[in-house]
């Protein structure tokens, strides 16, 4: 059962803060369908960062001496690379739909396709593979949490609670958590939400009130991509072995459907995102869950098909989103481009 809960964890924590990071866009009136693309290239620069540091000195020998709290911190500085330079990237949506008044579809369109090739391409210039990978070692080796970092007695005293959400986790899990409830906050308990969210439902009534809508929209923008980046980076480390290819699995498209899924709340995502992450534990590792501990694998026994696991998500995701969709409610001015001059 721990291994369960640890890997739907694993799946669901990226979805959430992309989910979240689709919210920031779209309640402040942009479409971001640039969230895969965003966490694609946020996947590659936590990865080159984390690639780069192992070879420094500091680094190398926090590992050797089991220095636990530099390698957490290591991964907490990647996640941190990842998502300003997502930021950064997502200002090309921002810039095109904002400024140019771009239709936002085609612009957030335009990241997915540009995206991958971009990190496929600095993959090969830098690397000269096709895949960037760790410099040494694997991620679970060098920064996972390990029980040595707690004690036996740790150990005896948490049980099923420390091997479950403590024990062989990241530290990545618990960052991503805590972001989400802290944004979470910001973006309906405080002044400046309040002003994010008007901006997506009634720009020119904003604008009346003193309101800087593009200033408002490039914000919404802004942190949408920093936390899709650093989604991106978190994926990465924890399925893909920290590890970066131009590709994230679809991850990006499934943190939309969970984002309407969820109806653009916080709360409603999180259980969105805790559904959509056990079938994708259950596609990724059906042939070795074990429930009861008895040695028995009961979803390989069925002996249905492997692909049909695999199609879970994606199925779940069709199912869900022709139930839901119907009565889920966008911000009325989501995709419409400000013009001050129609108001």
């Not at 400024?99 to 830098?126: C, D, K, S, W, Y």
């Not at 390990?146 to 062989?168: P, V």
């Not at 779940?316 to 889920?328: C, E, G």
């Amino acid at each position: 059962m721990s291994f369960l809960i640890q890997q739907t964890l694993v799946y669901a924590i990226p979805l959430m803060i992309v989910a979240l990071a689709g919210v920031f866009a779209e309640r402040s009136g942009i479409i971001n369908l640039a969230l895969e693309g965003i966490m694609i290239f946020g996947a590659f620069c936590g990865v080159f960062f984390v690639n780069k540091m192992q070879n420094t000195t500091w680094v190398y020998e926090a590992y050797r001496a089991d220095q636990y709290g530099t390698l957490q911190l290591t991964v907490i500085l990647a996640m941190l690379v990842a998502a300003l330079l997502g930021a950064i990237f997502s200002l090309l949506l921002s810039f095109a739909s904002i400024n140019l008044r771009a239709n936002q579809t085609i612009g957030g369109t335009a990241l997915n396709l540009l995206a991958p090739a971009l990190v496929l391409f600095l993959i090969r210039m830098l690397e000269g593979q096709n895949t960037l990978f760790l410099a040494k070692g694997d991620a679970a080796e060098w920064f996972m949490i390990k029980k040595s970092m707690f004690g036996y007695s740790a150990k005896e005293s948490m049980g099923f609670l420390g091997d479950t959400f403590i024990h062989k986790t990241y530290i990545s899990n618990y960052v991503c958590i805590l972001a989400f409830i802290v944004l979470s906050i910001l973006l309906y308990k405080t002044r400046f939400g309040l002003r994010l969210r008007s901006c997506g439902e009634n720009p020119h009534a904003a604008d009346s009130l003193g309101i800087n809508v593009h200033k408002m929209r490039y914000a919404g923008t802004t942190i949408s991509g920093a936390l899709a980046g650093m989604g991106g980076f978190v994926y990465a480390l924890t399925t893909a072995n920290c590890s970066a290819n131009g590709d994230v699995a679809g991850f990006g498209f499934l943190a939309l459907a969970v984002m309407i899924f969820g109806n653009w709340k916080p709360l409603s995502i999180a259980g969105a995102s805790l559904l959509f992450g056990f079938f994708k534990c259950l596609a990724a590792g059906y042939s070795s869950i074990d429930i009861n501990g008895d040695g028995i694998f009961w979803l390989k026994e069925i002996g249905l098909s492997p692909h049909l696991y695999r199609m879970l998500p994606y199925i779940i995701t069709l199912i869900v989103l022709a139930f839901t969709s119907k009565n889920s409610r966008a911000p009325k001015a989501e995709g419409i481009p400000y013009d001050k001059g129609q108001r």
